[in-house]
């Protein structure tokens, strides 16, 4: 069997220069897709004039937005500052989007620091102009906790709007079906339980994500050397309830490349961002890899396994670092 991890790569500087030669993106590479019209661009959001040339005029109707927010230190002036950056990308991803379009938003909440930078950020979209829809909870199966508190297993997600976008209904139906009975009500003189009256036999997956597995290294979708890689199915979710065919959706985060291969699969174009070149390129072989082998991710293997096990160099720092070594 297929053994070839790769470690987290934002964490280790060396195995990021090491690849940096196997990346055809450096800052300001823009690529352009031949065939499904999408793009990556390796470009700083805050760049806004730089952000901007890339969209051209075409208005964005679906944004799926995963800022880094590991980065903060959690101090009280990161976390403010931290704020003003996603207000600023914020106001020029509006700028950027169509009159009626739909804007989603990972974050986190740190139950130890007073679950900042949720705090912040709600109150500071108050003065965003868009509308706030929903609170959204995706259940991840793995937590991190002591014996002492709850388990932390919530990924928070906000749905908020501009104008009137359409929402999809049929996109919110799990695949869990429904087993209650109960709950009468009386229509029209006759009595009917909830089953009867219900148009799906399908539970929908309202503001609780239960259904949605976290992303693992034994799934198919699953990219090694990535470590905040969201589920395939949570943003064919998104995607699916605000978005229809061939329109334009952003995701300004991209790392892993989910949402654009998210797009590809249900025929949207994407325009997405990362600020660092490996993860463009990573996102681009994520799409290649889709398109040659049908495949979502690399599951016991890695996106760069071809240049790694030719190259004494990476394979040395594997197993010197790791003690991993490549079959
Ligand atoms: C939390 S990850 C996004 C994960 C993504 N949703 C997925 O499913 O793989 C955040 C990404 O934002 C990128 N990033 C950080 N600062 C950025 C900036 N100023 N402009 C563009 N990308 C940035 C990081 O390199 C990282 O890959």
């Given at each position: ?12 500087e ?39 040339k ?96 709850w ?12 104008g ?5 209904i ?63 199915k ?7 309830a ?10 300004f ?14 025929e ?60």
């Amino acid at each position: 069997m297929l053994n070839h991890p790769l470690p987290r790569i934002d964490k280790d500087e060396k195995l990021r220069t090491l690849l940096l030669p196997f990346c055809r993106f450096k800052e300001g590479t823009v690529w352009v897709d031949k065939t499904g019209g999408h793009k990556i661009a390796c470009i700083d959001i805050s760049k806004k004039e730089e952000v901007k040339k890339i969209f051209h005029k075409e208005n964005v109707k679906l944004s799926v937005q995963d800022p880094p927010y590991n980065f903060i230190a959690f101090t009280e002036k990161r976390n403010d500052e931290f704020i003003q950056w996603c207000k600023d990308w914020i106001i020029l991803n509006i700028e950027i989007s169509d009159k009626n379009s739909s804007f989603y938003f990972w974050l986190g909440a740190d139950q130890s620091n007073h679950f900042e930078p949720f705090g912040g950020f709600i109150e500071m979209m108050k003065t965003s102009g868009l509308t706030s829809r929903s609170f959204i909870t995706m259940r991840n199966q793995r937590g991190y906790g002591t014996q002492q508190n709850w388990m932390a297993i919530r990924q928070e997600l906000l749905y908020y709007t501009n104008g009137n976008p359409e929402f999809n209904i049929k996109a919110e139906y799990t695949d869990i079906p429904k087993v209650l009975k109960g709950y009468y009500k009386n229509i029209a003189g006759e009595v009917t339980e909830n089953l009867e009256r219900s148009k799906s036999q399908f539970i929908r997956a309202g503001n609780v994500w239960i259904d949605v597995q976290q992303v693992f290294y034994r799934m198919e979708e699953n990219v090694n050397g990535c470590y905040a890689q969201k589920p395939l199915k949570a943003i064919q979710r998104i995607i699916e309830a605000s978005s229809n065919k061939n329109e334009l959706v952003t995701d300004f985060f991209s790392h892993s490349g989910t949402t654009l291969l998210a797009c590809e699969m249900l025929e949207r174009k994407c325009i997405t961002f990362d600020i660092d070149p490996v993860y463009c390129e990573i996102t681009l072989r994520r799409l290649e890899n889709y398109r040659e082998n049908k495949k979502t991710g690399w599951q016991n293997s890695n996106p760069f396994y071809k240049e790694i096990k030719n190259d004494k160099k990476i394979l040395n720092h594997l197993k010197k670092k790791y003690n991993i070594t490549y079959n």
